[in-house]
């Protein structure tokens, strides 16, 4: 079963430092989506990409973030200058139709723990 | 602002006791509703979309209901592995690129 995987799946940084995250979607879905989820709380939206395009981002996505979909293949979410508010899970997902429609389907996320 | 309200926050119930989870959503205009359920440690798991009020969804101890400000996830006779967050999502009009997530209810099915 080739869902969508996330790497890596724990990282450790000291605050300030930069992190990147890779994600592989199911390889015929072209819609990829970067969702950040902390404790207790559902799944909060950061961007999404069609193909290679990135279409939207959320208000949460401050300027130290930044997400690539060269190719329209796999994405890299990149976080730089750290801070312990990042701390959270970062979970990718793909569809294959628009996502208000569609189902999302995600991988099981990078824990991210600045400290 | 689209909203989207899930109760009980948590739920225990005993093996065999069915119960629903509540999720209540305020949007303009629904496009699909989903429903997710999250072990620890790992990604929401993809269980129903519904689309219209009315529509109904099943699967093994699952049913999941669909009206115009709320939807409903029917347990029956649950199970210990039943246990796990259960989240529900909104697809919206003017937004169809991503979905707006409840906060969960955690279920424990004690044996």
């Known amino acids: 079963d080739t869902g969508v995987s996330q790497d890596p799946r724990h990282k450790i940084t000291k605050r300030g430092q930069n992190v990147t995250f890779r994600c592989d979607p199911i390889?015929?879905?072209?819609?990829l989506y970067w969702y950040r989820q902390t404790l207790g709380q559902g799944p909060e939206f950061l961007t999404y990409?069609?193909?290679?395009?990135?279409?939207?981002k959320s208000r949460l996505l401050s300027d130290r973030f930044s997400a690539e979909r060269p190719k329209g293949s796999f994405s890299t979410l990149e976080i730089q200058r750290t801070e312990q508010g990042d701390s959270a899970m970062y979970l990718c997902a793909s569809s294959l139709g628009p996502g208000g429609d569609s189902p999302l389907h995600f991988g099981n996320g990078t824990r991210l723990t600045v400290t | 602002e689209d909203q989207v309200t899930q109760s009980p926050e948590a739920l225990r119930l005993q093996e065999g006791e069915s119960s629903s989870l509540n999720c209540s959503y305020t949007?303009?205009?629904?496009?699909?509703l989903f429903w997710y359920r999250q072990d620890p440690g790992k990604g929401p798991e993809f269980l129903f979309t519904?689309?219209?009020a009315g529509e109904e969804k099943e699967k093994e101890r699952l049913k999941a209901t669909l009206t115009k400000k709320e939807s409903f996830l029917h347990i029956t006779a649950p199970k210990p592995e039943d246990s796990a967050t259960y989240l529900c999502a909104v697809g919206v009009s003017g937004s169809a690129r991503q979905l707006t997530f409840g906060s969960g209810t955690q279920l424990t099915v004690l044996p």
């Open positions: 390889s015929e879905h072209n819609r």
């Open positions: 990409f069609q193909n290679e395009a990135q279409l939207e």
């Open positions: 519904l689309y219209s």
């Open positions: 949007v303009s205009g629904l496009r699909g």
